[in-house]
């Protein structure tokens, strides 16, 4: 059964999108764009989607009794500093303009049964200075809020998608539901990471792994309250863990590689325009960015030091997925970062073109042609998420948790294999 769902920084709609192929529903949703004053995103998401019961302002000011009540919480939100200041009677003390504490304070009033967010994966290490800390305080404040959580680094690339882009995924379950209750059985036993949690299921990972014990210790707990855990946690967070009634259990799992697509299968064949391929004069550049280099350098207040780097491909490799696609890919002029394609018309070299970009982050052909310059396509491509790694997610939201293939031998009640 489909879930009513509230999509934060929405972006695009790629949560939308995949969760919507899925069978579930969104019923409000949330994008503003900091940064300049045109609403790119949100213009080309209301373009698809309709402008009824979507919002387009700094979710800072949306008050909380304007979101309905809602099944699921999604969203992709930044990797920001989330110490805590301050607990007492006022609750918890975010920073002003840290977005995991519009999450929180959205959680707490609607208390959904289900949260699906998506960060960068330096978020389990950050800061480098209190490794684990910030991604402790979510855990903490989904804790106090009465989740229990399952995480997992995925790359896409891993899973048949034809670009690499690594994102931890945060699955956070009310305990009352029926996932809540089967992370609070079973996310110590055996095969949990591998088999039987929210992510192996449509993620794949080598099974004759990471077992552990039964009924084994968490590797590390939180502290009294999210501001002792902001102030003195530290722990290295591995791709795959649970946080379950303040335990922390943790692994790093092997993904099943699954044979894919190829950037090489993206390229539109033909009728590309003149301004996406290389200049010719530009070519000298354009080999030296992509190339390795030693040399010294000094520094605007005098220090010498020897730069160095290695090269990457140039052209791509058409043969395997894309390099991760970045916010900046459309900008003008040689860049290192670019991603520059063998035109499989003209055999010239020429940059990605915007449905090249869509198609990789598995976007219909023209989903942001909605009237936003060229550059802001790209840009909305980089900060989207892969929709069908969501569509997968949203497949399993719609399972019952023991609803495992009997095949594997993992149906429930068999887990101390
Ligand atoms: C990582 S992107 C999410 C993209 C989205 N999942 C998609 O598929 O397109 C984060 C989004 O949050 C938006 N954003 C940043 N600050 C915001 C704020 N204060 N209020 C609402 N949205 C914000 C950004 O404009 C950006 O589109």
């Keep these: 059964m489909g879930l009513d769902t509230v999509e934060l920084f929405a972006g695009v709609g790629g949560f939308r999108l995949g969760l919507e192929e899925a069978g579930h529903e969104v019923i409000w949703s949330n994008q503003w764009e900091p940064s300049i004053q045109a609403q790119h995103a949100s213009d080309c998401y209301v373009k698809h989607f ?25 969203g992709g939100f930044p990797c920001q500093d989330y110490s805590v200041a301050q607990t007492g009677a006022e609750g ?7 977005l995991w504490w519009e999450i929180e304070r959205i959680t707490r009033a609607k208390r959904p049964k289900y949260l699906l967010l998506e960060n960068v994966n330096r978020l389990l290490r ?20 009465g989740y229990n959580v399952e995480w997992r680094m995925l790359n896409a690339a891993d899973y048949g998608y034809p670009t690499k882009r690594r994102r931890v995924f945060i699955f956070a379950a009310r305990r009352d539901t029926d996932w809540g209750g089967w992370l609070d059985e079973e996310a110590d ?14 993620f794949p990972v080598d099974s004759g792994q990471q ?20 102030e003195e946690f530290e722990f290295d967070f591995e791709h795959a863990g649970s946080m379950v009634d303040g335990g922390i259990w943790t692994r790093d799992v092997d993904p099943i590689d699954i044979e894919g697509e190829t950037l090489g299968d993206v390229l539109q064949t033909g ?4 301004e996406f391929f290389l200049d010719e004069e530009d070519m000298d550049r354009w080999e030296y960015m992509k190339g390795a280099k030693e040399e010294d350098r000094v520094t605007d207040d005098g220090y010498e030091y020897t730069f160095s780097e290695g090269a990457i491909p140039f052209p791509d490799n058409l043969d395997g997925p894309s390099r991760t696609l970045l916010t900046s890919e459309g900008t003008t002029g040689p860049g290192r970062e670019k991603h520059v394609v063998e035109d499989p018309e003209t055999g010239d070299l020429r940059i990605l073109t915007p449905i090249e970009a869509e198609r990789l982050m598995g ?27 969501v569509e997968q997610m949203g497949r399993t939201l719609t399972q019952s948790p023991d609803d495992l293939d009997s095949d594997s031998g993992l149906v429930f009640g068999s887990t101390s294999e």
Aim: net charge negative; charged share 25%.
């Design 50 to 74: 309709g402008a009824d019961d979507h919002t387009n302002i700094d979710i800072n000011d949306v008050p909380t009794e304007d979101v309905p009540d809602h099944e699921l919480l999604v």
């Design 92 to 98: 918890i003390e975010g920073e002003k303009g840290v």
């Design 126 to 145: 950050s800061p480098t200075d209190q490794r684990g800390r910030d991604f402790a305080v979510v855990l903490h404040c989904l804790h106090d809020l």
């Design 189 to 202: 036993q055996p095969h949990y990471f591998t088999q039987r949690g929210f992510f192996p299921r449509e």
């Design 211 to 230: 077992q552990f014990p039964v009924a084994r210790q968490p590797d590390t707990e939180l502290l009294g309250d999210p501001k002792q855990t902001s």
């Design 271 to 274: 009728g590309v325009d003149d």
């Design 363 to 389: 976007f219909p052909d023209g989903w942001t042609d909605t009237g936003m310059s060229r550059t802001w396509r790209y840009t909305c491509m980089g900060n989207a998420l892969v929709v069908g790694l």
